[in-house]
């Protein structure tokens, strides 16, 4: 991964960087296997799913940015985003034990109800959580070339979160610490996955420098600071956009089990070698895309990304057996990486313009407002799963269908494809500032300064 030194004062790279792992771990876990966790297992019909995401989604769209914007207003010696992030970490890592430990005892409105509640908890801080770790990276960083290697590394390092959250927990849950129609697994790989994410956000949220010169500001107002937003043209191009890329991803991450399982007909431990081929895959293009990105700039390679993305999911269609999802994985996770290594310097790039252009800083409030396009993943994944009980038959795992493996490949690689080819037509059409502005170009406060400030007699 790119290296850069750390100017005084500054934090290093790294130790923002790490936490991203952190982030990753519980709410991928809890994404990647909610379905086949409270479906496939434990029965919840497809339908009841199907209204819960949709509720929680809109949820969640509205508490957004009501958390991003009392982030932007929080005045503390501690900072603006570091007391949300000690707060989330501990109440993430509890309410997802909690979503992973329902008794297999419930049935209907009482599995529902457990289901219902702990989501929508779950999402709720884990939303505290990335409103407050993502809006440091700008603030951190304000150097275009400091903020790439800093999102770089901790792209690199939600990879690493991924393998474990995503690849090695089937194998934990099914095999290890459970069985294939066992609860026991997920319960106890949520304790260890709970107590690791704990550690890693509070290490970084204590190291975290962030910028008296942002804290001494007038706090933004809700409703002005809001009705600026969404008469920004690029709120609107930009988050459209980049929905279409997050909500093929979440797709994939709460189908990929299913689809191991009925379209390739293979234990779902089997899911392990094909998520973490493309999860190393995408490590490992992380340092060629931001190669790209040095040369030809984040808006051209970013839209370079949503092609190769769309043709990986075209590709993983036709794959009948491991071997070949493998083969078409490998480009999945070549377009993944792309855009792992671009979207967020896309965003930051409406960011810098929106603090240049109105003189405040309120990137809790922006990115949270950002959320609310990636926050339609909840009703489109809730829409897509319940289309396959319409069109397929699959309403549980109790009641698969006719023909659950076309449905999962329809799932898993028709929606995603349909949306990535979006994406791909409408990143042509969007353009981003090029300039930094030159609040960006101001050297970093004095240490003696910035003591003074976070630490008044």
């Known amino acids: 991964m790119p290296q850069s030194g750390t100017a005084p004062g500054r934090t290093p790279a790294w130790r923002y960087a790490i936490g991203m792992f952190g982030t990753s771990i519980p709410i991928n876990m809890i994404k990647g296997s909610m379905i086949l966790f409270y479906v496939d297992i434990l029965g919840l019909d497809v339908r009841a799913y199907g209204a819960v995401m949709a509720i929680y989604a809109v949820i969640d769209a509205l508490d957004n940015p009501l958390l991003g914007h009392l982030s932007d207003r929080t005045r503390t010696r501690f900072g603006r ?90 194998l934990l849950t099914t095999q290890v610490f459970g069985t294939e129609e066992s609860t026991q697994g997920f319960r106890t790989t949520a304790i260890i996955y709970g107590a690791v994410a704990l550690v890693v956000i509070v290490f970084m949220a204590l190291g975290a420098r962030e910028s008296p010169r942002y804290s001494t500001r007038e706090r933004p107002r809700l409703l002005p600071s809001v009705w600026s937003i969404v008469r920004n043209p690029m709120f609107w191009t930009v988050g459209l956009t980049g929905a279409c890329y997050g909500i093929a ?29 493309v999860i190393l895959v995408s490590a490992g293009g992380l340092v060629a895309w931001t190669r790209v990105v040095a040369r030809r700039g984040a808006l051209w390679t970013w839209r370079l990304a949503f092609a190769v993305l769309a043709a990986g999911f075209a590709a993983l269609f036709f794959a009948v057996d491991l071997v070949t999802a493998i083969a078409a994985g490998v480009l999945v996770g070549a377009g993944w990486s792309g855009m792992l290594a671009t979207n967020d310097l896309i965003v930051a790039r409406v960011l810098d313009a929106d603090a240049a252009r109105n003189g405040e800083h309120r990137e809790g409030l922006f990115l949270s407002a950002f959320g609310f396009f990636g926050r339609l993943n909840g009703i489109v994944t809730g829409l897509a799963l319940t289309s396959l009980g319409v069109f397929f038959g699959y309403n549980s795992g109790d009641d698969p269908g006719a023909d659950p493996g076309f449905a999962f490949r329809v799932y898993l690689c028709v929606y995603p494809f349909v949306l990535t080819a979006i994406g791909a037509i409408g990143a042509r059409l969007v353009s981003v500032p090029i300039e930094t502005p030159p609040e960006a170009s101001e050297p970093p406060p004095d240490p003696v300064e910035e003591s003074a400030v976070e630490h008044p007699r």
Do not use: H, K
């Not at 992973?100 to 702990?118: D, E, I, K, N, Q």
């Not at 399982?261 to 094909?274: F, I, K, T």
């Open 81 to 170: 985003r570091r007391p949300w992030l000690l707060v989330g970490a501990p109440m993430l890592a509890a309410c997802m034990i909690a979503f992973f430990s329902a008794p297999a005892s419930l049935r209907g409105m009482g599995l529902l109800l457990w289901f219902a509640v702990f989501a929508i908890l779950c999402e709720a801080f884990d939303s505290m959580l990335n409103a407050n770790y993502g809006a440091l990276l700008p603030e951190l960083y304000p150097r275009e070339r400091d903020r790439a290697v800093a999102n770089s590394l901790r792209q690199g390092f939600q990879l690493v979160a991924l393998v474990i959250s995503l690849a090695v927990t089937p």
């Open 249 to 277: 991803m979440a797709l994939v991450l709460s189908g990929i089990q299913l689809y191991v399982r009925y379209s390739l007909g293979l234990p779902v431990g089997n899911a392990l070698y094909l998520q973490g081929i």
